[in-house]
Antibody, heavy 122, light 108 residues
Framework: QVHLVQSGVEVKKPGASVKVSCKASGYTFNNYGISWVRQAPGQGLEWMGWISLYNGNTNYAQNLQGRVTMTTDTSTSTAYMELRSLTSDDTATYYC???????????????WGQGTLVTVSS | DIQMTQSPSSLSASVGDRVTISCRASQSISSFLNWYQQKPGKAPKLLIYAASSLQSGVPSRFSGSGSGTDFTLTISSLQPEDFATYYCQQSYSTPLLTFGGGTRVEIK
């Protein structure tokens, strides 16, 4: 059974960085990508980026370029998302999701982590 | 960037009602369109991928249709557990994805 388990609640001050982890189990980690999506309180879903486990390539949302880094540790089947220079606008629940993609170009998020609340406050 | 616009932003319906939610893309995205359901305090859940393919384990009362720029999610007979927020997502410009703004389905 596929599970993605994320790290716990974070409280950070403006200007700090946060690193959220996402531990995968129940499937071959290297066969899928991992994407990150965030949701500000009472707002919709915002795609942040993804990392391919096939070749390690990353793609980030334009508005986060330069502040976000997505990595993986294949030895522990864990994905990480680091966000730097935090502001109050980064207060949100952050989700990781397994990315399914095939040769037809279909790409979707079939399993999700439980979410990690990150609060940025002075 | 491809923009996704959902309508309505919210709706009220009764158990047993047929519900339709629309999603429009700012340019043609063929059938590269996914639908997710999110309940309060929970992670989203995949319902439909490739515009009309039902994800394993999702009840058959959910269906998706459309191609190009206009898409629809239909719930044939609304159940109590279906009250949630629904999001469309385009994957045409993979890996740069965008979600619609969401449609909240509330109890009438």
């Amino acid at each position: 059974q596929v599970h993605l388990v994320q790290s716990g609640v974070e409280v950070k001050k403006p200007g700090a960085s946060v690193k959220v982890s996402c531990k995968a189990s129940g499937y071959t980690f290297n066969n899928y990508g991992i994407s990150w999506v965030r949701q500000a309180p009472g707002q919709g879903l915002e795609w942040m980026g993804w990392i391919s486990l096939y070749n390690g390539n990353t793609n980030y949302a334009q508005n986060l370029q330069g502040r976000v880094t997505m990595t993986t540790d294949t030895s522990t089947s864990t994905a990480y998302m680091e966000l730097r220079s935090l502001t109050s606008d980064d207060t949100a629940t952050y989700y990781c999701a397994r990315v399914f993609y095939d040769s037809s170009g279909y790409f979707y998020f079939d399993y999700w982590g439980q979410g990690t609340l990150v609060t940025v406050s002075s | 960037d491809i923009q996704m616009t959902q309508s309505p932003s919210s709706l009220s319906a009764s158990v047993g009602d047929r519900v339709t939610i629309s999603c429009r893309a700012s340019q043609s995205i063929s059938s590269f369109l996914n639908w997710y359901q999110q309940k309060p305090g929970k992670a989203p859940k995949l319902l439909i991928y490739a515009a009309s393919s039902l994800q394993s384990g999702v009840p058959s009362r959910f269906s998706g249709s459309g191609s190009g720029t206009d898409f629809t999610l239909t719930i044939s007979s609304l159940q109590p557990e279906d009250f949630a927020t629904y999001y469309c997502q385009q994957s045409y410009s993979t890996p740069l994805l965008t979600f619609g703004g969401g449609t909240r389905v509330e109890i009438k």
